[in-house]
């Protein structure tokens, strides 16, 4: 059985920092591009990073560009989001998918297994 399993959310006044990790069971995603997505109620659910199945390669939401940093671990099988400078915009549910290729794509649709999501809370 394939399972991403996020871990490291919780509350954090603003300024302070998280890191999201992502471990993947069940099968290798070496070869995939990996994402970090976030919902927040009432609102889409929308990609926040990216990077390639290599790492060399790497998307931000301009929204978190400059204070979150996406990176991976292929030996662990496992990604992970360090987020830094958090602002209360930031609270959402973050989930972590696998795409379906190796390369980066921003449409969720192309991401064929997802995590359960963690919880992100960030206080004023």
């Known amino acids: 059985q394939v399972q991403l399993v996020e871990s490291g959310g919780g509350l954090v006044q603003a300024g302070g920092s998280l890191r999201l990790s992502c471990a993947a069971s069940g099968r290798t995603f070496s070869s995939n591009a990996m994402g970090w997505f976030r919902q927040a109620p009432g609102k889409e659910r929308e990609i926040v990073a990216a990077?390639?199945?290599?790492?060399?390669?790497?998307y931000y939401a301009d929204s978190v560009k400059g204070r979150f940093t996406i990176s991976r671990d292929n030996a662990k099988n496992t990604v992970y989001l360090q987020m830094n400078s958090l602002k209360p915009d930031d609270t959402a549910v973050y989930y972590c998918a696998a795409s379906t290729i190796g390369w980066i794509v921003r449409d969720r649709d192309r991401y064929g297994y997802w995590g359960q999501g963690t919880q992100v809370t960030v206080s004023s």
């Open positions: 990077i390639s199945w290599s790492g060399d390669s790497t």
